[in-house]
């Protein structure tokens, strides 16, 4: 495809259009492309942050509105529902009415929900308004690759997703150290009254700030079938993901959401064939490169996210961490992703994106294979380093795949790519979480009785087993009140030394989707279409 004019619809000249080459720089700050990197990554900052800080101020909103465990996985499961279901719809109405807009108002949104969740003052306010979160997170995060991608010239676009991409895992990772200083120090509120403040901020310098840049022909009407459809099938998917651990996979309920959401994605695929303007041109995918990048995206959120899971029960529930030391000790992966990031960028800019992205995942798959030799016993140096090469696989890839999707879509089409690239991420994350969770379910299972009967321990009841395995899944000592301390040492072990097994085994399946996805990325290249909106203002 050739590169697409773009009309900045709000400087000087509002509705004249000029090629990317011609155009002059920006007066002043306003569209100054590293400061505008700086107004999107305090947007972006903000939703990163919430989608791990909240887990930490989980066990004192439970106890503070005296609500279920059920209603405590809402608190999540809600917030995330809304988010992937949202994201690919959100880009293109950033795509439509132009990704400044939707980024303010995804800013204004976001925080304001913040605000009220500290205000709530029951289960169910909590857990509606974490879903208006994930609505107006989606509109944040596609327009902020939007933003960028119509801001820098393609010599720079991999060194700015870089620092977005640092951005995003500083936040995801520093969430639950943040956390647990404010539920320990504050109290749960202020988790999310946080965000206000930061949410002000990025609505003042995206207002002074942000220029919107948008492709003559980019879309005039909407798909509402094509959405509707996209939006049921994917809700089915992710509903189906959540839901299975509780179901099990076996059940009849998470294979009819399977099944309707294949369903939903097949109609959903016929009909945009036939529709003017489709939500998501399916020439689109014809790009190998543009797909293997959605394949890689999803697949390094399986093995990242999916081993990373059980690794914070690891810390605290096996290693007797507090909130606060564990995410300490994950500093070492968040570290490597600070300074990985934009050196990632710098290299894909010099040699592309296969050699660096195929790099990068074959040192997360060392990565998840060295944290399958994780013991009870293991100390802090040898953990840290396969945290830290955890890092340093997943920053190349962020910034890669992130680009080669974004890059390898016309203009029109960028506020799309970038919600592709988001589902596929938050898709992967929640693969990963669901299938690991199996594999260390039944692992747990197969061993558990097996393990308690070599200890010599008291036998259990079926029913009492099952309840054992719930806490063994999770690192815990199924340990009753009154229990000798002699028998409290052997169920420790029992339950640690299973716990182990079955998280070594899930990070062995973690390493065989992370070398899968070496040869992915070999199908990758730079995106053709990166200077399509390239260079609305010169560095």
């Not at 990048?293 to 605290?316: C, H, N, R, S």
């Not at 080669?404 to 992967?428: D, H, K, Y």
């Amino acid at each position: 495809m050739t590169s697409q004019t773009t009309v900045d619809t709000t400087g000087p000249g509002d509705g004249a259009s000029a090629a990317p080459s011609d155009r002059s720089p920006s007066s002043g700050l306003r569209g100054h492309p590293w400061v505008t990197l700086i107004t999107v990554a305090v947007g972006v900052m903000m939703v990163a942050l919430d989608g791990t800080i909240v887990a930490i101020a989980n066990p004192a909103i439970q106890k503070d509105l005296k609500a279920s465990f059920a209603d405590v996985q809402w608190i999540t499961n809600g917030y995330f529902l809304a988010l992937a279901v949202s994201l690919i719809t959100a880009g293109k109405l950033g795509d439509r009415f132009g990704h400044r807009q939707t980024f303010l108002i995804g800013v204004t949104g976001f925080a304001a929900a913040s605000g009220a969740i500290g205000l709530s003052s029951s289960i169910a306010a909590v857990v509606t308004f974490r879903v208006f979160q994930g609505l107006f997170g989606a509109l944040l995060m596609p327009a902020a690759l939007g933003l960028l991608r119509a801001t820098f010239p393609a010599e720079k676009l991999n060194m700015a997703i870089g620092i977005w991409g640092m951005v995003i895992g500083a936040s995801t990772a520093g969430g639950p150290i943040l956390g647990g200083v404010l539920v320990e120090h504050v109290n749960w509120q202020s988790v999310f009254f946080i965000n206000v403040p930061v949410g002000a901020i990025a609505l003042i310098l995206g207002t002074l700030i942000l220029l919107d840049h948008r492709a003559e022909n980019a879309p005039r009407s909407f798909d509402i079938l094509g959405i509707a459809l996209l939006s049921g099938a994917m809700f089915c998917l992710v509903w189906a993901l959540i839901k299975a651990p509780t179901w099990g996979w076996g059940d009849g309920r998470t294979w009819l959401f399977i099944v309707a959401s294949a369903v939903g994605f097949a109609l959903f695929s016929f009909w945009e064939t036939k529709v003017k303007e489709p939500l998501i041109p399916l020439g689109l995918f014809r790009s190998v490169p543009l797909s293997a990048g959605v394949v890689l995206m999803v697949l390094m959120a399986i093995a990242f996210m999916g081993g990373l899971f059980f690794v914070t029960f690891y810390l605290q529930n096996v290693h007797g961490m507090s909130p606060i030391d564990a995410g300490l000790h994950l500093l070492p992966l968040t570290g490597m992703m600070i300074v990985g990031s934009p050196l990632a960028g710098a290299m894909i800019t010099r040699l592309g994106p296969r050699i660096p992205l195929a790099g990068g995942m074959t040192a997360t798959a060392v990565a998840m294979y060295g944290m399958s030799t994780l013991q009870t016993d293991t100390g802090s140096a040898t953990m840290s380093l396969w945290f830290a090469l955890l890092g340093l696989g997943l920053a190349p890839v962020m910034v890669g795949a992130t680009e080669v999707i974004v890059g390898n879509a016309p203009m029109e089409l960028s506020g799309v790519a970038g919600g592709l690239q988001q589902a596929a991420m938050q898709i992967g994350g929640s693969l990963g979480t669901a299938v690991l969770g199996a594999v260390m379910a039944s692992k747990v299972d197969s061993d558990l009785a097996g393990n308690w009967k070599d200890a010599g321990l008291p036998p259990l009841t079926p029913a009492q087993l099952d309840q054992a395995a719930e806490a063994v899944q999770v690192g815990v000592a199924p340990v009753a009140k009154g229990t000798p301390e002699a028998l409290v040492a052997k169920i420790t072990d029992v339950a640690h030394d299973t716990f182990i097994s079955g998280m070594s085994l899930a990070s062995l399946v973690a390493c065989g989707v992370a070398f899968v996805a070496i040869f992915v990325a070999l199908l990758t290249k730079r995106g053709k279409n990166a200077a399509a909106g390239a260079g609305a203002a010169h560095i």
